[in-house]
């Protein structure tokens, strides 16, 4: 942890690409463009920086033409249980920033929840958040960060 | 070759020059444009990670509006898929898969899929 003075200079002023103003109150959900070839669907996400991966609904894979069960099985686990996924490589565009990553999608078609998470995409963005304000900052991780 | 240098972008050459740092104003020329394109075929290899995305950026403007269309209209839509289009709703249904492709076949390509849920309405505890 670092402290204004602390280590002999204030902590850094970031820089973002984008500004976004969400507006629901149970959580910060963001536009999310999912590709896989050259298929796209769109649908909300909730960030969690919580989740150790971005998980998705069943049917945004099979929107895109992904066999769900073709990829690597991963036990997910939750407060209330688990649920079994799959990992497949797919292209997400949050905010106009694209990015590879390897997602999860539910086994089941009952798990009702699609979260952005830490492996994927968290670990490639630079975030700033103001809840107060519903204001999110975002930026890739490989944009210039200091000003 | 002749170049001509902008007046402004002349006088930094010559004091660059003038200062040691390169040996002739060709020095510096040549070691410019080669940064320049050398960084510009560096950007064309570089991985997808990070490029930028217009068309989620337009997802992100349609946001609100698709957002207030599901606040409205959550409890006459529960336990379906929705599919929607700039706050407008295009199909919906049960069966996700047959709500997306009615929406495709509407020439909305790709709509934004919903599944509205009771869970929506109670507070989420995360993972």
């Known amino acids: 942890m670092r402290f204004p ?73 939750t407060v209330t249980g688990g649920f079994v996924a799959y990992a497949h490589q ?12 390897t997602v999860y999608f539910a086994e089941d078609h009952a798990m009702p929840r699609d ?7 968290l670990d490639r963005m630079r975030l700033g958040l103001v809840d107060h304000d519903r204001q999110l900052y975002l930026s890739h991780y490989d944009d210039a960060a200091e000003e | 070759m002749d170049v001509t240098l902008q007046p402004e972008i002349e006088r930094m050459v010559l004091d660059r020059v003038q200062s040691g740092e390169y040996s002739s104003t060709s020095d510096l020329v040549n ?20 490029k930028p995305d217009l068309k989620s950026l ?46 495709q076949s509407q020439g909305i390509n790709p709509p934004l899929m919903h599944h509205i849920v009771p869970e929506d309405a109670v507070s989420w505890g995360g993972w």
């Not at chain 1, 984008?18 to 070839?37: F, H, N, S, T, W």
């Not at chain 1, 979260?115 to 995409?121: E, F, K, M, R, S």
């Not at chain 2, 409890?75 to 898969?97: D, F, Q």
């Open chain 1, 5 to 77: 003075g602390a280590a002999g200079r204030l902590v850094p002023k970031l820089n973002f690409r984008v500004e976004y103003q969400y507006k629901d109150e149970r959580g910060i959900l963001l536009p999310v463009a999912l590709r896989y070839a050259d298929r796209e669907t769109d649908f909300f996400a909730r960030v969690d920086t919580g989740a150790s991966f971005c998980i998705f609904q069943r049917l945004h894979a099979e929107t895109v033409g992904i066999v769900v069960e073709s990829g690597v099985p991963t036990r997910i686990s």
């Open chain 1, 90 to 101: 797919v292209a997400l565009g949050v905010l106009g920033i694209e990015v590879e990553a």
């Open chain 1, 115 to 121: 979260v952005l998470g830490q492996t994927g995409w």
């Open chain 2, 31 to 50: 070691t410019a444009v080669k940064n320049l394109l050398e960084d510009e075929h560096a950007a064309m290899l570089m991985p997808e990670s990070g």
């Open chain 2, 58 to 103: 337009e997802l992100a403007k349609d946001a609100p509006a698709n957002l207030e269309w599901l606040h409205r209209n959550r409890a006459a839509y529960m336990g379906e898929w929705v599919a929607l289009h700039k706050g407008r709703l295009i199909a919906h249904g049960t069966n996700g898969l047959d709500v997306f492709h009615a929406a």
